[in-house]
């Protein structure tokens, strides 16, 4: 199962899971006049980043929305980096956030698990419920892929919908993560954790507490560190005996160049220096 990769990853390198969602305004400008094309643009960037954290780092999470805004150019550059890291033995999440009737699934399913854009674990929004993540999940059972199930996002308007009380007198991110503990349940890797986790923003330390202790069985995808003002004490409680999650942090990471006024030329070596003390961060408090 893909989870005990994941899990290995943890115990060995950290829970940081850099995020690549690279914004062309986050490049460096002399890379920009580098290059006449924005895949190369971008991918020099992401290469950078990738080769510079990867001691730190248990894995990468790619925000499709950041090459899709660039076209054709940003899709090719979003391919040339998940070959990259899959070159370099990563572990790649693409984060789709996909949802759709079981028809359309099984295409999405084939799009972001086979082929051009291949990738260990996808992002699925559980809006259109259960038979929505039902294509996907031969993938799981089959071919060593994973999913993270939104459940209770890091947003502020979280609240307007998964906070909304069910029939049963519980919040619908309630609902929704005991249904995917549920279904993961018959995905479970050698390590106790399902190959289908949860994402749980770090930017609501209560909930997250209470979704740790009765989701045994749950990974975590935690976003919300760094730009969105999660800390180190924040993710804490989703965490489990040292493992059970993996930590966003994308603007953080990438910009951290821009933030301490440093040489444009280094961005790779503050992205290095900043993803290194998340991970020391993470560890002192867990
Ligand atoms: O609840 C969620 C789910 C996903 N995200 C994604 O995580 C990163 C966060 O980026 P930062 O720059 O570290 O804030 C981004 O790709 C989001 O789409 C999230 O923030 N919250």
């Known amino acids: 199962m893909i989870i005990d990769r994941l899990y290995e990853a943890v115990e060995s390198k950290g829970h940081v899971c850099v995020g690549l969602d690279t914004d062309l305004s986050y490049i460096p400008e002399f890379l ?5 094309n924005i895949s190369d643009v971008i991918f020099e960037f992401n290469k950078t980043i990738v080769d510079s954290t990867a001691d730190y780092a248990s894995c990468f999470k790619v925000q499709i929305a950041y090459y899709e805004a660039y076209g054709l150019e940003g899709l090719l550059a979003y391919k040339k980096t998940l070959d990259y890291l899959r070159e370099k ?28 854009f291949e990738s260990d674990f996808i992002t699925l929004s559980p809006y259109m419920g259960l038979d929505s993540i039902e294509p996907y999940l031969d993938y799981v059972k089959n071919k060593e892929k994973g999913l ?33 503990q549920t279904l993961g349940e018959n995905y479970l890797g050698k390590c106790g954790y399902s190959s289908i986790g949860g994402v749980v923003g770090c930017t609501h330390a209560d909930e997250g507490r209470e979704m740790r202790k009765t989701h045994d069985k749950t990974f975590f995808l935690i976003p919300g560190y760094g730009a969105q003002g999660g800390g180190a004490d924040d993710v804490a409680p989703l965490l489990r005996d040292g493992n059970g999650g993996v930590v966003n942090s994308s603007r953080g990471i990438l910009l951290a160049y821009k933030k301490a006024d440093g040489k444009p030329e280094e961005f790779g070596a503050y992205a290095r220096e900043e993803a290194k003390k998340m991970k020391e961060a993470i560890g002192n408090v867990i």
Do not use: C, P, W
């Not at 920009?32 to 006449?36: A, F, G, N, R, V």
């Not at 693409?94 to 051009?116: N, V, W």
């Open 32 to 36: 920009l006049k580098k290059h006449t």
């Open 89 to 116: 033995k990563e572990i790649i999440i693409a984060d789709i956030k996909r949802g759709d009737i079981s028809k359309t699934a099984e295409m999405y399913a084939k799009g972001h698990f086979e082929g051009d």
């Open 148 to 180: 993270f199930v939104l459940v209770r996002t890091s947003n502020e308007g979280a609240k307007d919908i998964q906070f909304i009380d069910t029939a049963e007198g519980e919040k619908i991110y309630t609902t929704v993560g005991k249904k995917i």
